[in-house]
């Protein structure tokens, strides 16, 4: 606070240039103090928002459909591509995505499948980003007219925050993994377009409350559509193909 | 530990911004229902600001309040526990969030290098 007249820089409408060195709070008089108040007022994802609409347009010119792939690790993220390439990949192209810590393990999963696939290697990082997806793209060149999955570094956590420019936000949670995710990790399920509930086929052998879990989901995100399926043995992935050939308007689900 | 890139962006914007103008404190906006960590983001603070302007920079955060709107019965109210989100009107979780999820950088307090000897007269600024 200025000892001297008592204006405070709480009041919080002071525009100051501190390239400019005035005032700028119009009173005519010399602070006795020596410290300043620069107001920046500035998003700290600001940059990264940015860069994912950079992406955004950057797909949307090519008329690329990129779907962000995100869930715990071992969700069945990988094991859902290699059979959706497998399954899908005839009507219509696809490239991939891998997002991980380290190693090249779901690359080469996915390049098995002879589908294009780029591997990002975060380090430390827990995450993807808009940059690292920028730079990604820029090396994959995904064909005009095609689909992009984006698969997520495993973590239910950080990737929720981080826009990368996708058109559609999917989550993927097992059966094995508990009915009460939905409230435990609400910013991941409140950010999905759709939640993938995959390894049904286990569902005899394990403690899932699949009305729970519908009920914990619908009080975080009561608009985010649930698919349920196993990507092993295949039951409910006719429903992902649907619902993915809505998205990118190949027609309605059947 | 997201924060660790959410706190690295927020001192690289400040840089940005700042040049090499040592900086005293910063304060940062971080709404309830950010998703982000202040503790987190404090401890990753004090790793990133090592040899960089910030280096003597104390850290404020102003928590900011969690407020929704109801889509069903239009409703406005804050939000008292950032995991549950329902309208405590008629219990829809259908809500639009107004305010609680900023993550921002609200200004810096720096050396104030404009004052001038008592004996200089100031003129207020143009326009």
């Known amino acids: ?44 994802l600001a940059a990264n928002d940015l860069l994912a609409e950079n992406n955004r347009g950057w797909l949307a010119e090519r008329a690329i459909h990129a779907v962000n792939l995100m869930s715990s690790p071992g969700s069945g993220k990988t094991t859902l591509l290699e059979r959706t390439i497998r399954e899908l990949g005839r009507e219509f192209p696809m490239t991939v995505i891998e ?20 591997q990002v290697n975060t380090g430390a990082g827990c995450h993807l980003d808009a940059d690292m997806l920028a730079k990604a793209l820029r090396t994959l060149d995904p064909p005009n007219r095609s689909t992009v999955f984006i698969e997520n570094v495993g973590n239910l956590v950080c990737p929720a925050l981080f826009d990368l420019g996708e058109g559609t936000r999917t989550v993927i949670m097992s059966v094995t993994e508990g009915a009460d995710k939905p409230g435990k990790y609400p910013h991941m399920f409140r950010t999905a377009d759709v939640v993938l509930l995959n390894k049904i086929d286990l569902l005899p052998y394990v403690d899932f409350d699949v009305d729970m879990f519908l009920t914990a989901l619908t009080q975080v995100n009561p608009r985010s559509r649930v698919l349920q399926m196993s990507a092993t043995g295949g039951e409910g992935m006719d429903d992902w193909y649907g619902w993915l050939r809505e998205r990118v308007g190949l027609g309605p689900t059947v | ?15 940005e911004r700042m040049g090499a103008t040592p900086i005293r ?5 971080i709404g ?21 302007p910030l280096r003597d920079a104390v850290l404020d955060v102003v928590e900011t309040p969690g407020r929704a709107a109801c889509r069903d019965c239009t409703l406005e109210f804050v939000v008292e526990d950032p995991r549950i989100l329902l309208c405590p009107g008629c219990g829809d979780a259908d809500v639009r969030v107004l305010a609680g999820r900023e993550l921002r950088i609200k200004s810096v307090e720096v050396e104030n290098v404009c004052a001038r000897p008592a004996v200089a007269r100031t003129r207020p600024e143009p326009g």
């Open chain 1, 99 to 118: 997002g991980d810590q380290e190693t090249v393990f779901d690359a080469d999963r996915i390049r098995a499948t002879g589908c294009r696939v780029i």
């Open chain 2, 32 to 52: 309830v229902l950010s998703g982000v960590v202040v503790d987190s983001v404090r401890f990753c603070f004090e790793v990133i600001v090592a040899g960089t």
């Open chain 1, 1 to 44: 606070m200025c000892a001297t007249c008592g204006c405070s820089d709480e009041a919080g409408t002071r525009v100051i240039d501190p390239e400019a060195g005035g005032h700028g709070h119009g009173h005519d008089h010399v602070h006795p103090e020596t410290k300043r108040t620069v107001l920046l007022e500035q998003d700290i």
């Open chain 2, 25 to 29: 404190r910063v304060t940062l906006e």
């Open chain 2, 1 to 15: 530990m997201h924060e660790l890139s959410i706190t690295q962006a927020a001192v690289e914007t400040i840089i």
